[in-house]
């Protein structure tokens, strides 16, 4: 398979039919597969996507999820079921004109890019959305591994080396799928096309949920955030020392005892604030470390759906298996477990 286009579902059944009609009239050299994830969708898409997948044209495998995961959540689930040599990750918005896959694909072949994102002349979303994206990545310049001034779009495409690697080795709760993409590779490219307006409804992502998104951004592929909280202490500190010099010079060299407790008081509240937002911080960070630890799942597949030689074929994946989600708690090689091993041993002998 030379394609796969894995693409999130969510409040998606008015629009979710006339992107796959319209990918599965692509002509892909190579061949093309379609990986629908249905990330809890309180409406009927589930329903549509399986309708979907019996129809004639370019297979279509649909995932149920357990419930909502979230965007990144549900695109790491199609990526670990995609196939293809190179996956492009879309919306189901149709605000991506399903015409620029095929544009999208041969440009990663092509220029043989580990990963291309495209970028827009302007961008169909509103005010706020647009303001928070330029701020996402400004961002992103600064705390992960992205080449400056690349824009950061969830229409883009990834090589198979590419996520191979990035489902193969990430596990946490808490996925960001370009900051695992920078992980892996700097040969990235970027291309422009073309952004419509929604087709139906409004947009799935929230204010709370652009934040959760941030911070997935902010906290888990960084510690750049716990570096500028020691050098903001470090400001902070020193402009104390410089206020209790100040204080005591004036004591000594004043008649008056030192005015200000309004003064006082605001040092205070300021240093009380500086110190809670650190700790709040450090407390973000352990929390998802602990969350990690105790196996919070990325995703869980509760079904998956694909067109068989009788109609609609079914998996109900096994518990614990790759198939039914992350983290799956393989079993250790004998090998890893113990040490020395019998390899080591021998080596030891002949030295």
């Known amino acids: 398979m030379a394609l796969s286009v894995v693409v999130p579902v969510y409040n998606g059944a008015a629009t979710i039919g006339d992107l796959v009609r319209a990918l599965r009239a692509l002509e892909i050299e190579g061949g093309l597969e379609i990986v629908l994830v249905v990330d809890g969708s309180p409406d009927n898409s589930l329903d549509v996507c399986k309708m979907l997948a019996v129809a004639p044209g370019a297979p279509v495998t649909v995932l149920s999820l357990s419930r909502n995961f979230g965007e990144h959540n549900a695109v790491m689930a199609g990526l670990s079921r995609a196939r293809g040599d190179y996956v492009i990750t879309m919306d189901d918005d149709l605000q991506n004109p399903p015409e620029e896959v095929r544009r999208l694909f041969e440009h990663a072949r092509d220029g043989k890019y580990d990963a291309v994102y495209t970028y827009y002349e302007k961008k169909e979303h509103a005010a706020w959305r647009n303001i928070g994206s330029r701020f996402t990545n400004w961002c992103a310049d600064r705390l992960i591994d992205k080449p400056p001034g690349l824009y950061l779009s969830s229409f883009r495409c990834i090589s198979g080396f590419v996520r191979e690697r990035i489902t193969a080795t990430y596990e946490g709760p ?178």
């Open 174 to 351: 808490y996925p960001y799928i370009d900051g695992l993409v920078f992980q892996v590779t700097q040969n990235v490219g970027r291309m422009q096309v073309s952004h419509l307006p929604r087709a139906e409804g409004h947009s799935n992502y929230t204010l709370r949920r652009l934040v959760r998104l941030w911070l997935a951004m902010f906290l888990n592929f960084s510690v750049m955030p716990l570096r500028l909280a020691t050098l903001l202490g470090l400001g902070v500190g020193g402009l104390g020392t410089l206020a209790a010099a100040f204080t005591i010079i004036e004591a000594i060299i004043s008649d008056k005892a030192p005015q200000g407790w309004a003064s006082l008081m605001v040092a205070v509240l300021v240093l009380t604030g500086v110190q809670l937002v650190v700790l709040g911080m450090i407390g973000e960070y352990l929390g998802r470390m602990f969350l990690a630890v105790n196996r919070k799942p990325q995703y869980l597949v509760r079904e998956i759906f694909w067109r068989g030689a009788n109609g609609l074929d079914v998996e109900r994946p096994k518990v614990d298996t790759r198939a039914a989600g992350q983290p799956y708690r393989g079993r250790i090689p004998t090998v890893a477990r113990t040490w020395p091993n019998q390899a080591w041993t021998q080596s030891r002998r002949q030295l």
